[in-house]
């Protein structure tokens, strides 16, 4: 079975610098990848996904992540964090055979401050 | 637009009430899923179904059951609230496997229930 790890559960950062949330996963076949947005009090909504071909995925809002297959990560990069992007970011995987059910990591709480 | 839609948004129960949490989707979606959230844990996985009237367990379903009468609406139970069951619940959909489903879920905005 395939699981998510998000070693960090909280990264505050300053506006306009840039930020990594890493991602690392554990599966026996091939996967899909995803990365959600979670703003509070909110359902979450799809930033980005790997699913085939090139490895830099470009999501909404002007994040970017890079699937590594050798070393199983899926980190999700942006140049230039704005206050706005305060909030939850989770990983999450699928395998690729079988019925898809997204298994996702614990979550990541980005703080953007002034 | 696509959207998943949960009736209640916040809500207040006492131990041992019987709650429903409802969610419809109109994307004509062959799969649904009830997930709840709780601070430093993520999003764990009640139940599923794959089917209309077809249910599959999850990775905590005690305390749960679901109904899924028609395609579209996906009900979670709690037969007698606890205080352990206030949390977020999340309601989500996928396309079904014969339709190429990658996994991606669409999520409703949310029902925080607190039990008191």
């Known amino acids: 079975a395939q699981s998510v790890t998000q070693l960090d559960s909280q990264v505050p950062v300053f506006e306009e610098a840039p930020v990594e949330l890493r991602c690392n996963y554990s599966?026996?076949?091939?996967?899909?990848l995803f990365w959600y947005v979670q703003y509070p009090n909110q359902g979450l909504q799809l930033l980005l996904k790997?699913?085939?071909?090139?490895?830099l995925v470009k999501g909404i809002n002007g994040f970017e992540a890079e699937f590594n297959k050798s070393q199983t990560s899926f980190h999700l990069r942006k140049p230039s964090v704005h206050i706005s992007d305060t909030a939850e970011y989770f990983c999450?995987?699928?395998?690729?055979?079988?019925?898809?059910?997204?298994?996702f990591g614990t979550g990541t709480r980005l703080l953007v401050s002034p | 637009d696509v959207k998943v839609t949960q009736s209640s948004r916040y809500l207040v129960k006492r131990t041992g009430e019987k709650v429903f949490l409802e969610c419809v989707q109109d994307m004509d979606h062959e799969n649904m899923f009830w997930y709840r959230q709780d601070p430093g844990l993520g999003l764990r996985l009640i139940y599923f179904s794959y089917d209309v009237k077809m249910k599959e367990k999850g990775d905590i379903p005690e305390g749960y059951s679901v109904s899924r009468e028609k395609k579209e609406r996906f009900s979670l139970i709690l037969e007698s609230a606890s205080t352990n069951q206030t949390s977020m619940y999340l309601c989500?959909?996928?396309?079904?496997?014969?339709?190429?489903?990658?996994?991606?879920?669409?999520f409703g905005e949310g029902s925080r229930l607190t039990v008191l």
């Open positions: 790997y699913l085939s071909g090139s490895t």
């Open positions: 989500a959909s996928s396309l079904g496997v014969e339709r190429g489903d990658t996994g991606e879920l669409f």
């Open positions: 599966s026996s076949v091939s996967v899909y």
């Open positions: 999450a995987v699928s395998e690729v055979t079988g019925f898809q059910k997204l298994v």
